[in-house]
Each structure stands twice: as C-alpha cells, then as structure tokens.
C-alpha cells in the first residue's frame, strides 16, 4: 500500500486536523513504525508535524507527540506551547503526556485509546490528576475508527511476518 487508504471528508475543525495527524500516521506505517501521527496548531494553523520515528532513530523517546512539540517549540523559538492544541491519533503514553504538561500544551485532541499505555484513562490517567502549574483540555474519540484500523493493519501485518520469520506461514497457522 502506497496511497493513503481513507477517503474522509472532516466535518470539522477537529476532524481537519485529525485527518493530518492521520496522514503522519501514515508515513510512520509505510516506515513500518507503530503508526502514530500528531500534529501542532496554532491560531488555526498546523505550525509542526510528526510521526514515530523509534526504529529509524533508534531511540524508545521518539514518539510522533514528543517530535511534534519539539518541531513546534522550534517553530514559535518558545518552549511554552500555552495556545496550541496536539492531535494525535493515539491516546498519548505517560512519556508523551508529561512532555505535554512541561511545554503547557492547552489543549490535547486524540483519535484512538491505547489500553497498554495510554495516559489518559485506558492504561493510567495522567491528565486527570491536578497539576499545580498547567491542566490540558482533552478531547478524545475524534476520527477514532480510522485511527484504530491503521494501529489494527500495522499489528496484524506485523504478526504475519513474525510468523513467516519464524518458518511457519499464515497458512501452516489457519489449517494446523
């Protein structure tokens, strides 16, 4: 798969940005990273992007919501994020949340809950607790299906080469 393989017509300002972060999901799926994708806005407009870049730079802080606040901090050359909202397609892991509190992200938008790490009620709810400097607004289930069938395909492709790595077929797995 090369072309991007949703055809969504956003039916809002939420749902735009979403679909942007969904596309940067894209780009970490065909990288064949976890396919999480987010993306900066500011005053309306997207100011920094990003996608899971672990296994290409090799580092377990690479997450698509980390490079995008870095890339956004660059972009406004502060590190306080005090009027930008993140979209991300996942719901954010501990790692992720806590750089969103420390750059005072206002308000985040996540697509897709992550029940093994996600810092917003499925796994621990970071982001509920009070903080005594900054409290994000959250938003969460926006565009959640697609964001939750290209986490699905990415899994489900990577058992199968597992299984194909490790001398048994698909095949050999469904008539054994």
Same mark, same amino acid.
């Given at each position: ?40 806005? =500011? ?7 990003? =996608? ?10 690479? !997450? ?16 306080r ?5 993140? =979209?991300c ?41 009070? !903080?005594?400097t ?36 698909q ?6």
């Amino acid at each position: 798969m090369s072309a991007f393989p949703f055809a969504i017509i956003p039916q809002d300002e939420d749902e735009k940005f979403m679909l942007e972060a969904l596309k940067q999901a894209w780009k970490a799926f065909q990288a064949k990273e976890v396919p999480v994708g987010a993306v900066l806005v =500011y005053q309306g407009k997207v100011i920094a992007r990003g =996608y899971n870049q672990v296994e290409l730079l090799r580092d377990a802080t690479a !997450h698509a919501e980390v490079l995008c606040i870095t890339a956004g901090e660059a972009a406004l050359s502060n590190w306080r994020l005090g009027q930008c909202k993140l =979209y991300c397609t996942i719901e954010p892991c501990a790692m992720c949340a806590g750089a969103m509190l420390l750059s005072r992200v206002e308000e985040l938008v996540w697509g897709a809950p992550d029940i093994r790490h996600g810092a917003n009620g499925s796994w621990v709810n970071l982001l509920n607790i009070p !903080h005594p400097t900054h409290q994000i607004k959250v938003k969460s289930g926006i565009l959640k299906e697609p964001c939750a069938s290209l986490m699905k395909q990415f899994f489900q492709m990577r058992r199968l080469e597992n299984t194909k790595v490790n001398g048994i077929s698909q095949g050999e797995l469904e008539t054994g």
